[in-house]
């Protein structure tokens, strides 16, 4: 059933998608909660379950259900879905050194998964390890994990959405924030990554109402360039350290 | 109007941003100042994120009070973290206090 020959790789595909189980608990009210949606506007069900299977990224796929229900044109839909998913182009950005020296088909495979939760949990996962010394199943995993969770609590939104009233109240996305903390805390080790935090958590709070998730892209550059400016100002022992091995 | 064709046109541009960094791959080497910066992402964008969901966790207004479970999970879930920098009792006591909260205390 297994791969008998590689039980590491098995080992690492199941512990990614371990690991981010507390996001699949955190991700499931929305899935159901888009499926729903989508069988009360214009779209059919299958287009619902298409929409998750390919799309796989949940503000954005909300945002869209709005906008084809008010009519929008195809080019605004899609100008949309580019500025709320900007913030991947981060993601894929902080995570290139560790994925770089692999086939082209496993990159094309890692970046379809690439969501917020996708993102954390490799993340946490790599940072401990120099890059290219970590096999891509653990990201894998993860990614597969979080990506059948999507389509099954799609499906049950599209077919069982209306038996299932006040899911939102339930507060179930608590889970992402309690996962979410348990990775960022340990980092802030530093003033620059404290600094860097707090500037973008509180401008992500007083930003929330701009359009398109742009306001938690804004508040992400104003923190990064606070971390940077902190940086530059107190250059960090691992800085020096890169510098003396350059001379 | 073909809503395949909007959705799959969706989906090209998702997965576009999302993987054309990686796609580069090897070529693709960043400056010491673009690694100093994305050395701040994680920590940038997981607090932005989460932030808004436990200070305001119905939009809008700050709900800065002992009665918001959002706020008092998330505080139990940072001072865990911190003295012991263990996710999963971070996780495990964030959640349970969050859950305790919203359906005991405030019953």
Known sequence: MTHPKHPARFQELTAGARDIIPMMVGAAPFGVIFGTLVTSGPLHLWHGQLMSLVVFAGSAQFIALGLIAGHASFAVVWATTLVVNLRHVLYSATLAPYVSHLPLRWRLALGGVLTDEVFAVAWAHYRHHPPGSVSPYYFLGAGLAMYFNWQVWTLAGLLFGAAFPGLQSLGLDFAMVATFIAIVVPQLVALRYFAAAVTAGALAFFWQAWPYKLGLLAAVLAGVAVGVLLSLSHPSRSQRRTAGVAQ | ?107
């Not at chain 2, 879930?77 to 859950?99: D, E, H, K, M, Q």
């Open chain 2, 1 to 107: 109007m073909s809503y395949v064709a909007l959705i799959l046109g969706m989906a090209l541009i998702t997965w576009m941003i999302r993987a054309a960094v990686f796609v580069l791959g090897d070529r693709l080497v960043f400056p010491p100042l673009v690694r100093t910066a994305l050395g701040f992402v994680p920590v940038t964008v997981l607090t932005a994120l989460i932030v808004p969901m436990a200070v305001s966790p119905h939009g809008g207004g700050a709900e800065l009070t002992w009665r918001n479970p959002q706020l008092v999970g998330a505080l139990a879930a940072v001072a865990v973290s911190a003295l012991t920098r263990r996710p999963l009792l971070t996780i495990a006591v964030g959640l349970t206090v969050f859950f305790v909260w919203q359906g005991v205390v405030l019953k």
